[in-house]
DNA sequence: GCAATAGTGTCTTTTAGACAGTATGGG
DNA sequence: CCCATACTGTCTAAAAGACACTATTGC
């Protein structure tokens, strides 16, 4: 027989090769009444059947054309719609972290305004959202803390440096509103000035006009994001040591 | 039958799921000559055999604890040593980038003094260092061009924030010589002044109270890395757009 | 007017960029 | 002494932190 990749391929059996197991799972976060939210998902089959954790699912190997698809899949089927962020996280595998044996999960982190899905997320029982302070509390499927955590420290570290933040916020939004996105994953005030000044630079989001009231004091200013938001970087980052 | 994830592992048949490539592979960089050098490996086998292509592998369910034990023993393997420094740099995955099907791969990026492997790697021909600027020119296996220009992207951006650089080269090492390591990675000069201050605030470096001479010129003063190199950040970035 | 919130003026501090100057080695 | 390279002094520019001030709404 000749030694071509064809004749290669002609006798290569997959099933003779060791089993893997491969998931997707995301991290989506969204910001709501002050707070920022984390979707869990309760796991309707074994293993860890009841227990809440991260949407996700298998690579259909007919449907997707990378493994991002498979992440906007199963958040798609959780939300009704796919998150206007997503990036990967990275890839989680340990012999112990599944009970069916060694296990590799890719990870995703995305963004989404909650408004956006809340209709689809209210109507159905075992989807919700949780504060992010709260998970330590949680009895979660797998490592799926850890990736959480890693997802949350992922926007922390991005809150430094770039304005994607806004994509957890409906449009338009105030910059009060993004403030507090940033101030909540740094865990630090940030001056007002210094904020609408590093808007101002980045020149990734535009002023709409218009403004919108509240109860009481001065109507807030109104901004949408450009696409350019997803891909800036600040040369100098929010100082998270400063006092 | 009783609904337990007991029961349910009892009955679970890996083998009744779809059938999953998942692989391995790391791009290992390297500063020698004045020039930047990733690591390929000639394939021996099919796929793409013959083919220059990234360290890599299987995991082995026995042996790993986690994926980057698979990288590491693949670059183990190939080396002799473990490299100092090395990060997960993503999945990829997609139907096309194997012949045998729909497969994965999670990339690792690592840095390396060369002079710690050159004995290794020059007794064997299957395995050699490249100039990152050849790689456009070489054909590659799979997408391997694609996950070297993403590693070589990933210590780019380093570059700018983080002294992590000096795990490329070895101990003790001058300042001109990191300096040169950003410097090919940014594509752009850096003022000697400028870096100095960087690598003296950061408080991750350490004077040896050695020098060096060379041919001509004044020798130069020595340093050694700490620990804290590999997690060290600046606030503020190197402006790759400035002059 | 008052309370509350939004937005601005401006001073200080930090640090990178620029670049000319000095220091220290080999011939 | 000359040359080449290493290192330093110092000015300027950019931008963040701090904080007091003004602006605009509802009551």
């Known amino acids: 027989m000749t030694d071509t990749e064809e004749s290669f391929l002609e006798e290569y059996r997959p099933a003779d090769f060791p089993i893997v197991l491969l998931t997707v799972d995301s991290v989506l976060l969204t910001y709501h009444q002050d707070r920022l939210k984390v979707l869990l998902v309760q796991r309707a089959q074994h293993p860890a059947k009841g227990q809440w954790g991260l949407p996700g699912g298998f690579v259909d190997q007919t449907a997707d054309a990378q493994l991002e698809d498979a992440a906007l899949r199963s958040l798609q089927a959780k939300t009704g719609i796919e998150p206007p962020y997503i990036e990967q996280l990275g890839a989680f595998g340990s012999p112990d972290r599944d009970p069916r044996g060694w296990s590799t999960t890719v990870a995703y982190t995305a963004l989404m305004p909650y408004a956006a899905c809340s209709a ?91 403004t919108r009231a509240s109860d009481k004091g001065r109507p807030a200013m109104l901004y949408k994001t450009t696409s350019e938001v997803d891909d800036y970087r600040f040369v100098r980052n929010i100082d998270a040591s400063a006092g």
């Open 120 to 210: 689809h997320v209210d109507s159905v029982s075992d989807t919700q959202w949780f504060d992010v302070d709260e998970i330590d509390d949680l009895r979660l499927a797998f490592d799926h803390r850890d990736i959480i955590k890693n997802g949350i420290e992922r926007f922390r570290q991005k809150a430094l440096y770039s304005l994607v933040t806004a994509r957890a916020l409906p449009e338009p939004f105030t910059l009060h509103e993004l403030r507090r996105v940033h101030e909540l994953l740094i865990g630090k005030k940030i001056q007002r000035k210094s904020f609408l000044r590093r808007v101002e630079n980045s020149g990734v989001l535009v002023e709409t006009g218009k």
